[in-house]
């Protein structure tokens, strides 16, 4: 394989030409300019409903189907029909979490973990108040930083309905053992959401192979705008009760999805998935759609790991530095390079805003992941000060990073 075309993949993104360091990546990433032009092309020509008899209404549809059809290569679905499309993750899982719930008795069990997001969390919690379900928390191993599959088999029984987990922690950034840990739910009887948006920027997400029932990401964390993404089982989102307008279409994914969509944005994501698209070109990949998304996938993780690596290193030098999750190099494919740190007398806030003060984009506190930043004995406000890289970032900028926050902790 070529090297990777760091300079050539730094010039497709207008803000990265800013004086900005983006290493705030887990919060959101930057998107490239053709997913600007394809928000601004469709504003201009396709502003309007569905379902019309004339052009600009012909667009929107086409750009609609286009968007499903994008995704499904992006996540390896059978088909569009199995993509939900909304307005951010959290709604969609708050959404189809209602019409799940309807399948299930008081009685019922639910697990959900104490790494995940809250994204993936009280949706669930909600839906088995609502539904009289009890709730099984599944923890994470404190020494591997994921959740092992002897942890889950314990929880597991004949009523157990559901099992919610990430793919890669928006915290830790460890990656689970999601296809073992699905098999395991699955044999138990149990549906199994994954949430991937931690993953998805960063790890293929071949939701065949993973075997799980739906798998949830966000496109603004993948290079693409503000937008909500739901792979479902097509036999499953045919069947669920639909929390819908009664006259909504009666076929998926259309009767799960509510009101007018966002069809600028839904160009910009289908132009996201075209990106990826283009990056497994550049690294010399032929073939189909999925194989140069695959390309990219696999140059854009050997990119990332030692910069990563190289990030973690230089943190664990820091006197009062402490890095919450996987620092060995040997386990790196375990990792996405989302690095979380406290330090001894340093608040994470305080930080964030001094390194922010200098161009250098990072975040701080829980970052919604509650129950993580619980477990860890975390300030629950202040939580972490977290630096997440994607492949459009440099050693150059892990410099950066690390030459401020040395002179901020002297
Ligand atoms: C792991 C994880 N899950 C869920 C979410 C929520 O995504 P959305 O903003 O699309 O609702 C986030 C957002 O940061 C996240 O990191």
């Not at 010039?11 to 887990?26: H, Q």
């Amino acid at each position: 394989m070529q090297s990777f075309p760091i300079q050539l993949v730094r010039s497709r993104f207008p803000a990265l030409a800013g004086p900005a360091a983006y290493l705030d990546n887990p919060g959101g990433t930057q998107v490239s300019q053709p997913v600007v032009d394809a928000v601004a092309a469709a504003m201009v020509g396709a502003a309007s409903n569905l379902g019309g008899h004339f052009k600009a209404s012909n667009d929107a549809d086409a750009i609609w189907v286009r968007a499903h059809d994008a995704m499904a290569e992006m996540l390896g679905a059978r088909s569009g029909r199995e993509v939900l499309l909304g307005q951010a993750m959290t709604m969609l899982t708050f959404h189809i979490s209602r019409s799940l719930g309807r399948m299930w008795a008081p009685g019922d069990e639910i697990i959900v973990t104490r790494m995940d997001h809250e994204g993936n969390v009280a949706p669930w919690i909600r839906m088995a108040e609502d539904r009289g379900l009890t709730v099984r928390w599944l923890p994470f191993n404190r020494d591997t930083w994921r959740i092992e599959p002897a942890d889950l088999a314990p929880l597991l029984n004949e009523r157990t309905r559901l099992l919610a987990l990430n793919y890669a922690s928006n915290l830790t950034g460890s990656i689970n053992p999601v296809a073992e840990l699905t098999r395991l739910a699955k044999s138990a009887g149990a549906l199994v959401y994954v949430d991937g948006v931690q993953s998805v920027p960063h790890v293929r997400a071949d939701v065949e192979a993973l075997g799980c029932d739906f798998l949830a990401c966000s496109s603004y964390k993948f290079f693409g705008p503000h937008l909500g993404v739901l792979w479902g089982r097509e036999a499953l989102l045919s069947e669920l009760v639909p929390y819908a307008p009664r006259c909504a279409t009666p076929v998926p994914p259309g009767r799960h999805e509510l009101g007018t969509p966002q069809t600028e944005l839904l160009a910009g994501l289908a132009a996201s998935v075209d990106y990826f698209v283009w990056l497994g070109e550049q690294v010399g990949a032929g073939g189909s759609r999925p194989q140069r998304i695959a390309a990219a996938y696999d140059a854009a993780t050997s990119y990332e790991m030692p910069i990563g690596q190289h990030l973690i290193d230089e943190l664990r030098k820091m006197p009062g530095v402490t890095v919450h999750g996987i620092t060995d190099a040997g386990q790196q494919k375990h990792r996405v390079p989302t690095v979380s740190i406290t330090h001894a007398q340093h608040r994470s806030e305080a930080l964030a805003k001094a390194l922010g003060a200098q161009g250098i984009n990072v975040w701080s506190g829980h970052n919604y992941a509650f129950e993580l930043a619980r477990t860890l004995g975390l300030d629950e406000n202040d939580g972490v000060l977290r630096i997440g890289l994607a492949h459009y970032n440099t050693v150059a900028e892990v410099d950066r990073v690390i030459a401020s926050l040395k002179s901020l902790l002297a």
